[in-house]
């Protein structure tokens, strides 16, 4: 159920931010899933398609981008991609510590 009211919080803030900017139409929103969050994008979106009937988000879509998996390194702070079965920092090869990025699910911005 969390995709729903992740669904119902984009709506929520898409229909504000719309008002907000004297807009009658939500056309888009620019939204982030990291590739490790457990967010499905195609459930949210059916989610946001039933709470968003009949407000300025009906019909809007999605732009969907998905954040790579990062790793920080906890000797030298090099930030890095995460590679399958692989957690070590390419520059001193010490094992990298999990960062926000790739799980993060966000509403970045909206087009009207
Ligand atoms: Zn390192």
């Not at 709470?51 to 030298?76: D, I, N």
Request: with cysteine.
């Amino acid at each position: 159920m969390h995709e729903y009211h992740k669904a119902v919080e984009w709506v929520n803030r898409a229909n504000e931010e719309a008002a907000a900017r004297g807009a009658a139409k939500v056309k888009a929103l620019n939204v982030v899933f990291g590739e490790c969050s457990d967010y499905s994008p195609e459930v949210v979106k059916n989610y946001f398609d039933e709470a968003a009937a009949g407000t300025a988000c009906e019909g809007a879509e999605f732009h969907v981008t998905v954040s790579r998996s990062m790793l920080k390194c906890p000797q030298c702070g090099k930030l890095f991609e995460k590679k399958l079965l692989e957690y070590r920092c390419p520059d001193c090869g010490a094992e990298g510590n999990p960062t926000e990025s790739g799980n993060e699910v966000e509403l970045t911005s909206i087009e009207v």
